[in-house]
């Protein structure tokens, strides 16, 4: 019986989630404090353009701290084991969204400072802001540590029945497939690294990865001619030596 395999990010990986997390939280930060800058200074008639230029400013901070976060999750992801850390932490940017936008928002459309028009411009460019921030924000597919055990194991039993039983794989490091063959066209002439297909995820650090889709058919191609590789290059007949040769 094969062993199954369990995922575990590397201290490496953990490292640069970490730090992805720290600017994420940067950039959501000070998306709150320009909303809260907004709320204080900018809800007026004759302020509504700036008002506008803040909405967009917390948008992009938000975006970006969102996509950060959705990196750093898959370098280092949570157990959906713990259901409300594994909640919070793959829809953490959603829930910014709603606080860097929501206050604002209510605030736009109840403030007695401003007329109907710019209530209704500022107000629904804030939606479509918090609308735009909110997809972003949430991971609709969020990865786990199950869920890469799964896959990893998926495919390192997939990988043996194509690979005559053997878990061993070729990858470069900024690829995002691994491979059957060194000599594939796609990783050919460039870096290469080799080892088990969970060493493939750890090394590269990168969620989903999955095998080359043309490795995957050279190798079926191979099985079905009896283990002869189709496009290994003919070997060398041996050349007679003469008589006396060493």
């Not at 996509?67 to 157990?79: G, I």
Request: hydrophobic share 40%; proline share 3%; net charge neutral.
């Amino acid at each position: 019986m094969t062993e199954k395999k369990q995922f575990v990010a590397t201290p490496e990986a953990k490292a640069q989630a970490k730090q992805l997390r720290l600017f994420a939280m940067l950039a959501w930060i000070i998306a709150i404090a320009c909303e809260v800058y907004a709320i204080l200074k900018l809800l007026h008639n004759d302020m509504l353009t700036w008002l506008i230029v803040a909405i967009v400013v917390i948008l992009a901070l938000s975006i970006t701290g969102s996509l950060l976060w959705k990196k750093s999750n898959r370098l280092d992801p949570a157990s959906e084991k713990d259901k409300f850390r594994f909640f919070v932490q793959n829809q953490l940017g959603a829930i910014i969204a709603a606080v860097a936008f929501l206050p604002l928002i209510i605030l736009i459309f109840t403030n007695k400072e401003l007329d109907g028009k710019s209530k209704g411009i500022a107000g629904a460019i804030g939606i479509v802001a918090l609308l735009a921030a909110g997809i972003v924000g949430t991971d609709f597919n969020p990865p786990s540590i199950e869920k890469y055990t799964e896959q990893i194991n998926e495919q390192t039993d997939s990988l043996r029945t194509l690979n005559d039983g053997v878990d061993h794989a070729y990858w470069t490091p900024g690829g995002e497939k691994y491979h059957i063959f060194k000599d594939c066209q796609h990783i050919k002439g460039r870096e290469i690294h080799e080892g088990t297909v969970q060493q493939a995820w750890e090394e590269r650090k990168k969620g989903d990865n999955e095998l080359c889709k043309t490795c995957r058919k050279r190798a079926e191609k191979r099985q079905e001619q009896g283990g002869a590789d189709a496009n290994a290059e003919p070997a060398e007949q041996a050349v007679p030596q003469e008589t006396g040769a060493e």
